[in-house]
């Protein structure tokens, strides 16, 4: 079984910046997507960014531009940089492994972004 860690988050002023890590306890060279999503108090969770195996990337149109996902394969670590933060990223946010016929997450972690 596959364990994410997330770590990183934390508070912030709007236009700051910060990068949430997701480390797995296993390799991550063949798992077929792997992503960071959200959920805001009251709201459903979200998705932010995916990554695949390939190196191909998505964002939700919320955060075009401003974050950023990538994964160190020999550190078995994936990450979402985010930069010019808005009080309406506050959230918590999950890293997720998609393998298909298995799907594991994270604990989360909270990212508070003050006005």
């Known amino acids: 079984q596959l364990q994410l860690v997330e770590s990183g988050g934390g508070l912030v002023q709007a236009g700051g910046s910060l990068r949430l890590s997701c480390a797995a306890s296993?390799?991550?060279?063949?798992?077929?997507?792997m992503g960071w999503y959200r959920q805001a108090p009251g709201k459903q969770r979200e998705l932010v960014a995916t990554?695949?195996?390939?190196?191909?990337?998505n964002y939700a149109n919320a955060v075009q531009g401003r974050f950023t996902i990538s994964r160190d394969n020999a550190k078995n670590t994936v990450y979402l940089q985010m930069n010019s933060l808005k009080p309406e990223d506050t959230a918590v946010y999950y890293c997720?492994?998609?393998?298909?016929?298995?799907?594991?997450w994270g604990q989360g972690t909270q990212v508070t972004v003050s006005s």
């Open positions: 990554l695949n195996r390939a190196g191909s990337t």
């Open positions: 997720n492994a998609n393998m298909v016929t298995l799907n594991y």
């Open positions: 296993g390799s991550i060279f063949r798992i077929a997507l």
